[in-house]
Every structure is written in structure tokens, then in C-alpha cells.
């Protein structure tokens, strides 16, 4: 369990992190990456964390990877990397670092150890779950492969490394299509994410697409009638859909990818208002670099990625806590299950 107070004992022992206007304004350069959606009084505060942790970085040689669905201040003031989970997960065997700090939830701070066992993965805080990582064990795919004999199951990666290391390949939503596509198999297993599985059972036809019952919990609360809603409201509005969104919300909107497909489109279409129906902070994430999209509209947090704060980063780096580990078997099992999905993917073109 977390124990804050004792954290933040510690941390203002070792460091001056008193709100700072001028350290604030010293630091215009990564300001100006977040100033449409930080206020600067909130800079203001942000900035000792930033500017520790960045001392502290080239300290432990320790390179920091952001997922899309960070906060602003982490994804902009303190990431060397951002992207979604795979992203990060192939970024992390390019690095020369010792240290890799996952800013993102447990299953990406596996993956990363998975595809770099001789780096130190730090995770700021262990609880950063995912409702999908948690809907299934290896005794679910045990079960799925039950009952359905001789099917491929495809795994997506936002699962633990013993899910990982149970299935037959791994897919992102970016590919999920084209890899179950792919299988040499009428009948495909797609776990855990039960609308990732629908939209693609609509897009490979071909194939028969069975599913385990889980869901994003971001994801799941949108309704196709909150996006007619919407839409009515607000008309000229793009709507662009994550597909782990319900299928009848995938066919509602005008777009739907995974996260670093919805800045693909956003940043090619330049629409004039864009409702992004995902988690908050990747709009907010996109929003400086874009200065043309108006981005308006409702969105869902996800609570398990809002446990990583630049508090908790500053802590597990400062003390070395919160590294991720993965047994060795089975993180090569599952190492086996990404790799396959890396090398299809390359095969396909994707
Ligand atoms: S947004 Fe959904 S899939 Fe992503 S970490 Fe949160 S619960 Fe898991």
C-alpha cells in the first residue's frame, strides 16, 4: 500500500519542490508543449518535479516512456518517449538506458521487461491496474481453448505476461484485424477485450470471431446515443471513436483507430472540432501541437493510469523502488507471443 505522507517526508528532505514562478519561467521551453491546457499557475508547480526528476534521469542514465493517456506535465515535461503501449513497449529495446521508468499501467511496465529483461523497470506506482489486464488469467485461456479446440487465440496486449505467455500471438487495436486476418483458423480466440473482439468480427467477415467477456472501463461507458446526442449539440463536430469502444459507438463515429491512429487522423484531417471518445488526457496531449482543432466535448478518465503523478515518478526514481519483475519462463513464453505479433505485423506492412 502506498504510504504518501512518508513519500513526501522523504522527497522534501532531498528537494526544494515549493511552487517556483521563475523556476517556471526558466522552463518556457517545455512549457510551451502544454501552455493551451496547463494554467501557469499550475506550471508553477509542476516545474520542481520536472526539473528533479529530469536531474535525476541523466543521474541514473534512466530514460522515462509516457503513454498517450498521461497527464500533460508527465507526457510533455518529463517523457522521453510517448506513444501508446507498444510503442513504448519497442522503444524500450531501442534504448541504450539502464533504467526505464513506465509512466502507464503495470501490464505496459511488464511488456517493457518482457522485450528488455536486462534493463531495470521502474513502475511509479504498483496499482496502476487495467480493468481488461485484470478480466483474465491463463485458466481463462485454458478454458477459451476448451472450448474451442485447435483455434488461435489472440491475445491483445493490454493483458498480464502469464495471459501473454498462455496465448498463441499478441495483436494491438492498431492490427488486431489484420492479425486475426492472418490466422490459419476459421474460428479465431480473441481475448480479453470483448468490443475489440465485435469490431473486428465486423471488419474480417471471413473469419469466425469468439470472444472473452472482458472491457475497458473508459471505454465501455459510451453509448451510441450519448454521440447522436452529441452530434445534434454540436454539429461540424468529428467524432473519433478508440475501438475499445462498443461496436454501435464504433459505427457512430466518423473515425475510430487505436491512440497513435486517432493522431494520425486527427493531425491529416485537421477537422475544425474534434470529440476524441477515449480517455481525457489524449487530447489534452495533442491539443499545443494542434492549435487549429478545437477538441471539445465530454471524455472518460481512466483511474488506474491518473495513480502515476509526478510525485510518485520523482519517489521511484529517486529510490529505486517499484521495479517490475517477470519470471523468466514465463516471460519468454510470452516474449515468444509479442515477437510473433512484431514479425507478422512487419510482414504485413503494418
Ligand atoms: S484506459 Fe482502459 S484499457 Fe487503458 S489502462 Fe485504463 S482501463 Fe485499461
Redesign the pocket.
Known sequence: MFDLPAQRAHLSEKYDLNPSPELAASMSDIYDRMSRVVSPVDWAIYAPYVKAINDLKAERNAVILGHN?MTPEIYHGISDFGGDSLQLAIKATEVEADVIVQCG?HFMAETSKILSPEKTVLIPDMEAG???AESITADGIAEMRRRYPGAPVVTYV?TTAEVKAASDICCTSSNAAQIVAAQDSDTVIMTPDQYLAQNVARDVPQKNVVWWEGS????EQYSAKDLRDFREWNPGTRLIAHP?CPPDVVAEADFSGSTSGIIKYVTDEMPEKALLIT?CSMASNIADALPEVDFVGPCNM?P??KKITLEKVLFALDTMTGQVEVDAEVADKARLSVQRMIDLSRKLGI
Open positions: 493517456y499501467v487495467c480493468s481488461l493490454n475497458c472501463i473508459v471505454h475499445e480517455e481512466c488506474y493510469m
